[in-house]
C-alpha cells in the first residue's frame, strides 16, 4: 500500500514537471491526475460569488469517495447552533498541504478537464461518473451493514444488481427512476465510526486526498481495499483509471472551486471550516436515520463526541 502511494506522488509531481514546462492553457499538453477525494464548500462563502448559488457550488478537487454529495440541505439547514469547530495543531503542514493540492488543481487537473470537456459531449461524462458511482457499491453496502442499516443495505444490492444488468455496467442509473426510486446510500467508514460514537478528531489535509481528520481517514483506506479499481493490476493501469475519474468528474465542475476561492478571505480556512460542518451533517444525519438502533447498542455518555458545543 505505501509503494502505492508513493508511486501516486511521484507521478504527481512528474505532471507538475509537465505542466510547468509547457502552456496552463493547452489541456491536452498536459498528462491526467491521480484521484482526489471530494470536499465541500461553505454555503455562506459561495454566496458571496455571484457565479454559481450554493447548491451547486462543489469543490472539484474530489473524492469520495462519493460523486453525487448536495449541499442544498446543508445550505438551507445550517443554523448557528449546528456549527462545529476543530481542533488544527497541524496548521502550518496543513497549510503547505493545502497550497500543494491548490497548485494540483490549476497546473494539472483543470487544464485537462478543460480539454477532455471540449471533446467529450456531457451525457457520456456524465455515464462515466454513473459507472465509477456503480464501482462504490462495495464501500457503501459494508457501510450499512456495519452501521445496522439493513433496508440501505438491501436498497444498495437492488441498485447494483440492477445499474449493473439494466444500466449497462452503470453507464445508466435506471434503479433511481420514479418507478423504482432506489437512491445511492450515500455514507462511507467515517461516517459509520461517527454513527457508533467516535469523535472526528483534529483536522488534517492529505497530499492528494485532500481534507480528513483521523477518522475520515479511515475512508481513504477502506477505500483502498473495497474500492475495485485499486485491484487493477499492474498498477500504473489502475493510477491511469484514477485518473481518468477524477478529469472526467472535475470535467462536470469547472468553475466551482475559483468561485470559492475568489469569494473566501482565506480558502483555508473556509475549506476546513465547509468540511468539518459538512462531515457533521451527514453522521448526524445517519444517526437521525439510525437513532432506535444506534441508543439501543451504544453506552450512554455525557455528551455527544461531535457536540455543536465542542470548542465554543
Not at 54 to 59: I, K
Not at 154 to 168: H, P
Amino acid at each position: 500500500m505505501k509503494q502505492y502511494f508513493t508511486y501516486i506522488i511521484l507521478f504527481i509531481f512528474l505532471m507538475m514537471a509537465g505542466s510547468a514546462d509547457g502552456s496552463n492553457k493547452t489541456a491536452a499538453a498536459l498528462p491526467s491526475s491521480p484521484s482526489l477525494p471530494k470536499t465541500v464548500l461553505p454555503a455562506s462563502a459561495s454566496k458571496k460569488s455571484p457565479a454559481k448559488p450554493a447548491s451547486q457550488t462543489v469543490n472539484p478537487l474530489e473524492e469520495e469517495y462519493t460523486e453525487d454529495e448536495s449541499l442544498d440541505e446543508y445550505a438551507d439547514n445550517t443554523t448557528k447552533e449546528e456549527r462545529v469547530e476543530i481542533a488544527d495543531p497541524l496548521e502550518s503542514v496543513n497549510r503547505v498541504t493545502h497550497e500543494f493540492n491548490d497548485k494540483l488543481y490549476f497546473w494539472a487537473i483543470k487544464p485537462v478537464a478543460q480539454g477532455y470537456k471540449a471533446v467529450v459531449p456531457e451525457p457520456a461524462r456524465i455515464s462515466v461518473k454513473n459507472f465509477f458511482s456503480n464501482l462504490g457499491f462495495p464501500a457503501r453496502f459494508i457501510s450499512c451493514l456495519l452501521q445496522a442499516d439493513l433496508s440501505g443495505a438491501a436498497t444498495e444490492a437492488g441498485r447494483f444488481t440492477i445499474n449493473t444488468i439494466w444500466g449497462i455496467g452503470g453507464l445508466l442509473d435506471p434503479s433511481a427512476g420514479k418507478e423504482l426510486d432506489l437512491q445511492k446510500q450515500d455514507t462511507d467508514l467515517g461516517q459509520t465510526l461517527g454513527v457508533w460514537g467516535v469523535g472526528q478528531g483534529f483536522y488534517i489535509v492529505w497530499p492528494v486526498f485532500g481534507p480528513s481528520t483521523p477518522r475520515d481517514t479511515v475512508t481513504i483506506v477502506g477505500d483502498y481495499f473495497l474500492y475495485p479499481v485499486y485491484y487493477i493490476q499492474p498498477w500504473y493501469a489502475g493510477t491511469g483509471v484514477s485518473a481518468y475519474e477524477i478529469i472526467n468528474s472535475a470535467s462536470l465542475k469547472i468553475g466551482d472551486y475559483e468561485a470559492l476561492k475568489d469569494a473566501a478571505v482565506d480558502p483555508y480556512v473556509a475549506f476546513r471550516d465547509a468540511y468539518v460542518q459538512y462531515r457533521y451533517k451527514r453522521v448526524k444525519a445517519r444517526r437521525a436515520k439510525l437513532s432506535p438502533v444506534v441508543e439501543s447498542a451504544t453506552p450512554t455518555v455525557p455528551a455527544d463526541p461531535e457536540s455543536p458545543e465542542k470548542g465554543k
